[in-house]
Protein backbone atom coordinates (compact mmCIF):
# COMPACT_ATOMS: atom_id res chain seq x y z
CA UNK A 1 0.00 0.00 0.00
CA UNK A 2 1.15 3.51 -1.31
CA UNK A 3 2.45 5.39 2.16
CA UNK A 4 0.48 8.25 2.91
CA UNK A 5 1.87 11.80 3.06
CA UNK A 6 0.15 14.62 5.09
CA UNK A 7 0.86 18.16 3.37
CA UNK A 8 0.05 21.50 6.01
CA UNK A 9 -0.68 24.55 4.24
CA UNK A 10 2.80 26.72 3.56
CA UNK A 11 1.62 29.31 5.98
CA UNK A 12 1.22 26.59 9.00
CA UNK A 13 4.36 25.01 7.89
CA UNK A 14 6.28 28.50 7.43
CA UNK A 15 4.75 28.55 11.18
CA UNK A 16 5.51 25.29 12.43
CA UNK A 17 9.27 25.85 11.44
CA UNK A 18 9.67 29.23 12.84
CA UNK A 19 8.35 27.93 16.46
CA UNK A 20 10.68 24.91 16.02
CA UNK A 21 13.58 26.57 15.95
CA UNK A 22 12.51 29.03 18.51
CA UNK A 23 12.21 25.79 20.67
CA UNK A 24 15.40 24.88 19.63
CA UNK A 25 17.01 27.75 20.23
CA UNK A 26 15.87 27.87 23.57
CA UNK A 27 17.08 24.50 24.48
CA UNK A 28 20.46 25.39 22.43
CA UNK A 29 20.82 28.64 24.96
CA UNK A 30 19.54 26.09 28.23
CA UNK A 31 22.18 23.49 26.85
CA UNK A 32 25.17 25.94 27.17
CA UNK A 33 23.60 27.51 30.33
CA UNK A 34 24.16 24.40 31.89
CA UNK A 35 27.23 23.16 30.56
CA UNK A 36 28.87 26.04 31.43
CA UNK A 37 27.33 25.77 35.05
CA UNK A 38 28.98 22.34 35.05
CA UNK A 39 32.13 23.25 33.98
CA UNK A 40 32.38 25.71 37.09
CA UNK A 41 31.10 23.00 39.37
CA UNK A 42 33.99 20.89 38.61
CA UNK A 43 36.17 23.38 38.61
CA UNK A 44 35.30 24.25 42.15
CA UNK A 45 35.51 20.41 43.49
CA UNK A 46 38.94 20.46 41.61
CA UNK A 47 39.50 23.69 43.39
CA UNK A 48 38.32 22.10 47.12
CA UNK A 49 40.17 18.71 46.18
CA UNK A 50 43.09 20.55 45.77
CA UNK A 51 42.61 22.47 48.99
CA UNK A 52 41.56 19.90 51.38
CA UNK A 53 44.55 17.60 50.08
CA UNK A 54 47.25 20.20 51.25
CA UNK A 55 44.57 21.40 54.26
CA UNK A 56 45.52 17.38 55.40
CA UNK A 57 49.06 17.64 54.08
CA UNK A 58 50.19 20.38 56.59
CA UNK A 59 49.41 18.73 59.78
CA UNK A 60 50.68 15.33 58.30
CA UNK A 61 54.27 16.70 57.59
CA UNK A 62 54.97 18.57 60.91
CA UNK A 63 53.35 15.33 63.14
CA UNK A 64 55.70 13.85 61.05
CA UNK A 65 58.59 15.97 61.07
CA UNK A 66 58.12 16.14 65.17
CA UNK A 67 58.20 11.83 65.35
CA UNK A 68 61.44 12.21 62.62
CA UNK A 69 63.24 14.14 65.47
CA UNK A 70 62.08 12.21 68.41
CA UNK A 71 63.40 8.87 66.43
CA UNK A 72 66.28 10.60 65.49
CA UNK A 73 68.31 10.59 68.71
CA UNK A 74 68.15 8.72 71.94
CA UNK A 75 69.51 11.91 74.01
CA UNK A 76 66.73 14.14 73.62
CA UNK A 77 66.10 16.52 76.66
CA UNK A 78 62.63 15.85 78.60
CA UNK A 79 61.91 19.68 77.44
CA UNK A 80 62.10 18.21 74.06
CA UNK A 81 60.30 15.28 74.33
CA UNK A 82 57.61 17.18 75.70
CA UNK A 83 57.48 19.92 72.68
CA UNK A 84 57.51 17.63 70.45
CA UNK A 85 54.88 15.74 71.87
CA UNK A 86 52.47 18.77 72.47
CA UNK A 87 53.04 19.43 68.94
CA UNK A 88 52.15 16.26 67.58
CA UNK A 89 48.95 16.64 70.30
CA UNK A 90 47.59 20.16 68.57
CA UNK A 91 48.44 18.97 65.18
CA UNK A 92 46.28 15.35 65.64
CA UNK A 93 43.80 17.49 66.71
CA UNK A 94 44.14 19.70 64.05
CA UNK A 95 43.45 16.65 61.61
CA UNK A 96 40.93 15.26 63.34
CA UNK A 97 38.58 18.72 63.51
CA UNK A 98 39.29 18.83 59.76
CA UNK A 99 38.19 15.18 58.77
CA UNK A 100 34.79 15.57 61.26
CA UNK A 101 33.89 18.95 59.78
CA UNK A 102 34.68 17.01 56.11
CA UNK A 103 32.56 14.14 56.95
CA UNK A 104 29.51 16.49 58.32
CA UNK A 105 30.07 18.68 55.23
CA UNK A 106 29.60 16.19 53.43
CA UNK A 107 26.58 14.17 54.95
CA UNK A 108 24.95 17.68 55.24
CA UNK A 109 25.18 18.11 51.36
CA UNK A 110 24.03 14.48 50.44
CA UNK A 111 20.18 15.07 49.79
CA UNK A 112 19.45 11.80 50.15
CA UNK A 113 20.66 11.51 53.80
CA UNK A 114 16.83 13.09 54.85
CA UNK A 115 16.67 15.73 57.27
CA UNK A 116 14.70 15.29 60.70
CA UNK A 117 12.73 17.56 60.97
CA UNK A 118 10.09 19.23 63.20
CA UNK A 119 7.88 21.78 64.47
CA UNK A 120 9.93 24.20 66.86
CA UNK A 121 8.77 27.48 68.48
CA UNK A 122 10.84 29.61 67.31
CA UNK A 123 11.25 32.21 70.58
CA UNK A 124 11.75 29.31 73.32
CA UNK A 125 13.96 27.52 70.65
CA UNK A 126 16.36 31.21 70.56
CA UNK A 127 16.24 32.14 74.40
CA UNK A 128 17.17 28.22 75.32
CA UNK A 129 19.71 28.04 73.21
CA UNK A 130 21.05 31.62 74.45
CA UNK A 131 20.78 30.71 77.95
CA UNK A 132 22.61 27.35 77.46
CA UNK A 133 25.31 29.45 75.73
CA UNK A 134 25.80 32.11 78.55
CA UNK A 135 26.95 29.80 81.08
CA UNK A 136 29.49 27.89 78.29
CA UNK A 137 32.75 29.06 79.96
CA UNK A 138 34.10 29.84 76.06
CA UNK A 139 31.93 33.49 76.67
CA UNK A 140 33.27 34.10 80.05
CA UNK A 141 34.61 36.91 78.58
CA UNK A 142 32.34 38.66 75.81
CA UNK A 143 29.27 40.34 76.55
CA UNK A 144 26.24 38.34 74.67
CA UNK A 145 22.65 40.10 74.10
CA UNK A 146 19.60 38.73 73.09
CA UNK A 147 17.30 40.81 71.03
CA UNK A 148 14.04 39.28 70.27
CA UNK A 149 10.95 41.71 69.06
CA UNK A 150 7.79 41.41 71.55
CA UNK A 151 5.62 39.96 69.23
CA UNK A 152 7.48 37.04 67.46
CA UNK A 153 4.85 34.14 67.38
CA UNK A 154 5.84 31.66 64.79
CA UNK A 155 6.60 27.78 64.56
CA UNK A 156 10.14 26.57 62.40
CA UNK A 157 9.89 23.25 60.51
CA UNK A 158 13.73 22.38 61.42
CA UNK A 159 16.17 19.90 62.08
CA UNK A 160 16.87 20.78 65.46
CA UNK A 161 19.94 19.68 65.78
CA UNK A 162 21.43 20.93 62.66
CA UNK A 163 20.70 24.51 63.25
CA UNK A 164 22.13 24.48 66.74
CA UNK A 165 24.86 23.68 64.73
CA UNK A 166 24.78 26.68 62.23
CA UNK A 167 24.33 28.93 65.77
CA UNK A 168 27.04 26.75 67.63
CA UNK A 169 29.51 27.97 64.53
CA UNK A 170 28.38 31.71 64.34
CA UNK A 171 29.09 32.37 67.90
CA UNK A 172 32.25 30.51 68.19
CA UNK A 173 33.61 32.40 65.25
CA UNK A 174 32.11 35.71 66.80
CA UNK A 175 34.43 34.65 69.75
CA UNK A 176 37.44 33.75 67.81
CA UNK A 177 37.45 36.53 65.85
CA UNK A 178 36.86 39.31 68.52
CA UNK A 179 38.86 40.47 71.33
CA UNK A 180 37.57 39.68 75.27
CA UNK A 181 34.93 42.52 76.17
CA UNK A 182 33.48 42.54 72.63
CA UNK A 183 29.79 42.24 72.68
CA UNK A 184 27.93 39.09 70.24
CA UNK A 185 24.13 39.78 69.84
CA UNK A 186 21.79 37.13 68.79
CA UNK A 187 18.41 38.80 66.95
CA UNK A 188 15.90 37.51 65.21
CA UNK A 189 13.06 39.42 63.09
CA UNK A 190 10.34 38.25 61.11
CA UNK A 191 9.72 39.73 57.37
CA UNK A 192 6.94 41.48 56.63
CA UNK A 193 4.71 38.75 54.39
CA UNK A 194 5.34 36.84 58.14
CA UNK A 195 6.69 33.84 56.10
CA UNK A 196 10.48 34.27 57.01
CA UNK A 197 12.44 34.55 60.15
CA UNK A 198 15.76 35.95 60.27
CA UNK A 199 18.15 35.14 62.52
CA UNK A 200 21.84 37.23 63.11
CA UNK A 201 24.90 36.76 65.23
CA UNK A 202 26.29 39.92 65.26
CA UNK A 203 29.43 41.09 66.82
CA UNK A 204 31.79 44.07 67.18
CA UNK A 205 34.92 42.14 66.52
CA UNK A 206 37.66 42.34 64.12
CA UNK A 207 35.76 42.45 61.05
CA UNK A 208 36.52 41.16 57.27
CA UNK A 209 37.77 43.03 54.58
CA UNK A 210 35.85 43.71 51.76
CA UNK A 211 37.46 42.00 49.57
CA UNK A 212 36.79 38.81 51.07
CA UNK A 213 33.03 38.85 52.11
CA UNK A 214 31.35 37.45 48.57
CA UNK A 215 33.60 34.64 49.40
CA UNK A 216 33.05 34.04 53.09
CA UNK A 217 30.94 31.08 52.98
CA UNK A 218 32.79 29.56 49.63
CA UNK A 219 34.36 26.33 51.28
CA UNK A 220 37.37 26.30 48.74
CA UNK A 221 37.69 30.25 50.01
CA UNK A 222 40.24 31.45 53.31
CA UNK A 223 40.53 34.98 54.41
CA UNK A 224 44.08 33.93 55.69
CA UNK A 225 46.33 33.67 52.40
CA UNK A 226 47.86 30.79 54.45
CA UNK A 227 45.53 27.39 54.21
CA UNK A 228 47.29 26.09 57.28
CA UNK A 229 44.61 25.70 59.68
CA UNK A 230 45.53 26.33 63.31
CA UNK A 231 44.59 26.28 66.93
CA UNK A 232 43.43 29.83 66.63
CA UNK A 233 41.03 29.74 63.42
CA UNK A 234 39.68 26.16 62.68
CA UNK A 235 39.20 23.94 59.98
CA UNK A 236 37.85 26.76 57.15
CA UNK A 237 34.98 24.71 57.20
CA UNK A 238 32.41 25.96 59.77
CA UNK A 239 30.47 28.69 57.25
CA UNK A 240 30.77 26.11 54.38
CA UNK A 241 28.73 24.24 57.13
CA UNK A 242 26.48 26.97 58.01
CA UNK A 243 25.50 27.40 54.22
CA UNK A 244 24.85 23.73 53.69
CA UNK A 245 22.17 23.09 56.23
CA UNK A 246 20.71 26.87 55.94
CA UNK A 247 20.13 26.02 52.20
CA UNK A 248 18.89 22.12 52.76
CA UNK A 249 16.09 24.38 55.05
CA UNK A 250 15.07 26.60 51.74
CA UNK A 251 16.89 29.12 53.33
CA UNK A 252 19.64 31.89 52.88
CA UNK A 253 22.69 32.81 54.39
CA UNK A 254 24.32 36.56 54.61
CA UNK A 255 27.23 38.61 56.07
CA UNK A 256 27.97 42.39 56.05
CA UNK A 257 31.34 43.49 57.79
CA UNK A 258 33.62 46.02 57.94
CA UNK A 259 36.97 46.24 59.62
CA UNK A 260 37.77 46.96 62.52
CA UNK A 261 33.87 47.77 63.22
CA UNK A 262 32.45 44.20 63.54
CA UNK A 263 30.71 41.74 61.48
CA UNK A 264 27.19 40.33 61.19
CA UNK A 265 26.28 36.83 60.01
CA UNK A 266 22.30 36.38 59.03
CA UNK A 267 20.47 33.21 58.20
CA UNK A 268 16.75 33.08 56.66
CA UNK A 269 14.46 30.18 57.57
CA UNK A 270 10.74 29.54 56.07
CA UNK A 271 8.21 30.05 58.95
CA UNK A 272 4.96 30.05 59.93
CA UNK A 273 3.39 32.74 62.05
CA UNK A 274 1.51 31.49 65.46
CA UNK A 275 -1.84 33.52 66.78
CA UNK A 276 -0.29 36.07 69.16
CA UNK A 277 -1.36 34.35 72.95
CA UNK A 278 -4.16 36.09 74.79
CA UNK A 279 -3.69 38.31 77.55
CA UNK A 280 -6.30 36.48 79.64
P1 LIG B 1 37.49 29.02 60.32
O1 LIG B 1 36.95 29.92 61.38
O2 LIG B 1 37.65 27.63 60.77
O3 LIG B 1 38.71 29.57 59.62
P2 LIG B 1 35.02 29.55 58.94
O4 LIG B 1 34.47 28.96 57.68
O5 LIG B 1 34.16 29.45 60.15
O6 LIG B 1 36.42 28.88 59.14
O7 LIG B 1 35.33 31.06 58.65
C1 LIG B 1 36.03 31.40 57.47
C2 LIG B 1 36.78 32.69 57.69
O8 LIG B 1 35.82 33.76 57.82
C3 LIG B 1 37.59 32.74 58.97
O9 LIG B 1 38.88 32.19 58.76
C4 LIG B 1 37.63 34.22 59.29
O10 LIG B 1 38.67 34.85 58.57
C5 LIG B 1 36.30 34.75 58.72
N1 LIG B 1 35.29 34.93 59.78
C6 LIG B 1 34.28 34.10 60.10
N2 LIG B 1 33.51 34.60 61.07
C7 LIG B 1 34.04 35.80 61.39
C8 LIG B 1 33.69 36.83 62.33
N3 LIG B 1 32.64 36.74 63.15
N4 LIG B 1 34.49 37.94 62.37
C9 LIG B 1 35.55 38.06 61.54
N5 LIG B 1 35.92 37.13 60.63
C10 LIG B 1 35.18 36.01 60.55
Redesign the pocket.
Known sequence: MPEKHTFLEPSIQQETIESLSAKLLSTMTQLTETNQELQKMQMEKNEMLSNISHDLRAPITAIRSAVDYLLSSDSLSFDDYQQSLHLIDRRTRTLENLIQDMYYLFCVEDTSKKLDLQPIDAVPFLEEYFYDTMIDTLYDHHNLHLELPQDLHCTLNIDLQKIIRVLD?LFT??V???APGSDITLSATLSESYQQLTISVS?N????PQSALPN?FNRTY???SSRT?NSN????????IVKAIVERHHGNVSCS?KEGVG?C?SFTLPCQQLPCPSNH
Not at 205 to 208: K, L, N, P, R, Y
Not at 233 to 240: D, E, K, N, P
Open positions: NNAKYSDGFGIITVSPTGSGLGLASSF
